[in-house]
T-cell receptor
Framework: GQNIDQPTEMTATEGAIVQINCTYQ??????LFWYQQHAGEAPTFLSY????GLEEKGRFSSFLSRSKGYSYLLLKELQMKDSASYLC??????????????FGAGTQVVVTP | GAVVSQHPSRVICKSGTSVKIECRSL??????MFWYRQFPKKSLMLMAT?????????EQGVEKDKFLINHASLTLSTLTVTSAHPEDSSFYIC???????????FGQGTRLTVV
C-alpha cells in the first residue's frame, strides 16, 4: 500500500504563489496525480507525473522526484477561485498495468483578498 | 475531456432501505470504474474496482454484500447500498478509466443521507 502525506491547510493571498508538498511511501509506483476538489464536488484532474522533473501547465506546475518519494504542486498568480482542496494521488503498479489511485487527505488552500 | 455522469447527486433514504447509484461514461467506453467514499474534510477512500463483465474487486474492510457493484456494460456501473444505516451516510464518487487517456475521470458524486 501507500502512505501519502500532505499538509492539511495552507493560506495565501490573491496573486501570490503557493507550493503544496506531497510525500509518499509506496510498494509500487506508476505515476502521481494532482486533483482539485471544490467542496461538495467531484475532483478535477490537474496534472500527472511519472518521470522525474517539472511539468508546467499554465498557472499550475507539478514536480516529481521518485527517488525521494516527493512531489509538489505549484500554484502561481493565485485567484480566489483557486480556494479548494488539492489532492495528491499515487497510482500503484496494478496487475492490469494501470492500477488504482490512492489519495492523500488533501490540502485545503484558502486564498484571501 | 471525457465525461462521467453520476446519478443521483443527492438522495435521502430511510434506514433499512437500499439505494442505487449509477455511474455512466458518456463519450467513452470504460472497462474499469472505481468507487470511492469520502467523509467530510477527508480524502477519497477507494471502496472497490469495478470491471466490466466480471466481479468487482473490493478493498480490505469493505463489505461486498453491503455495497453491491454491477458493471454490466462498458458505459455503466452501479453501486447499491443495501440495508442502509445512518453510518453509511457519505459522499460517494465514481471514476472511470478511458484507455486512451492517462487520467481517470470523476463523476459529480452522490451525497447519501440515511435517516
Amino acid at each position: 500500500g501507500q502512505n501519502i502525506d500532505q499538509p492539511t491547510e495552507m493560506t495565501a493571498t490573491e496573486g501570490a504563489i503557493v507550493q503544496i508538498n506531497c510525500t509518499y511511501q509506496t510498494s509500487g509506483f506508476n505515476g502521481l496525480f494532482w486533483y482539485q476538489q471544490h467542496a461538495g464536488e467531484a475532483p478535477t484532474f490537474l496534472s500527472y507525473n511519472v518521470l522525474d522533473g517539472l511539468e508546467e501547465k499554465g498557472r499550475f506546475s507539478s514536480f516529481l522526484s521518485r527517488s525521494k518519494g516527493y512531489s509538489y504542486l505549484l500554484l502561481k498568480e493565485l485567484q480566489m477561485k483557486d480556494s479548494a482542496s488539492y489532492l495528491c494521488a499515487v497510482r500503484d503498479q496494478g496487475t492490469d498495468s494501470w492500477g488504482k489511485l490512492q489519495f492523500g487527505a488533501g490540502t485545503q488552500v484558502v486564498v484571501t483578498p | 475531456g471525457a465525461v462521467v455522469s453520476q446519478h443521483p447527486s443527492r438522495v435521502i433514504c430511510k434506514s433499512g432501505t437500499s439505494v442505487k447509484i449509477e455511474c455512466r461514461s458518456l463519450d467513452f467506453q470504460a472497462t474499469t470504474m472505481f468507487w470511492y467514499r469520502q467523509f467530510p474534510k477527508k480524502s477519497l477512500m477507494l471502496m472497490a474496482t469495478s470491471n466490466e463483465g466480471s466481479k468487482a474487486t473490493y478493498e480490505q474492510g469493505v463489505e461486498k454484500d453491503k455495497f453491491l457493484i454491477n458493471h454490466a456494460s462498458l458505459t455503466l456501473s452501479t453501486l447499491t447500498v443495501t440495508s442502509a444505516h445512518p453510518e453509511d451516510s457519505s459522499f460517494y464518487i465514481c471514476s472511470a478509466r478511458d484507455w486512451s487517456r492517462t487520467e481517470a475521470f470523476f463523476g459529480q458524486g452522490t451525497r447519501l443521507t440515511v435517516v
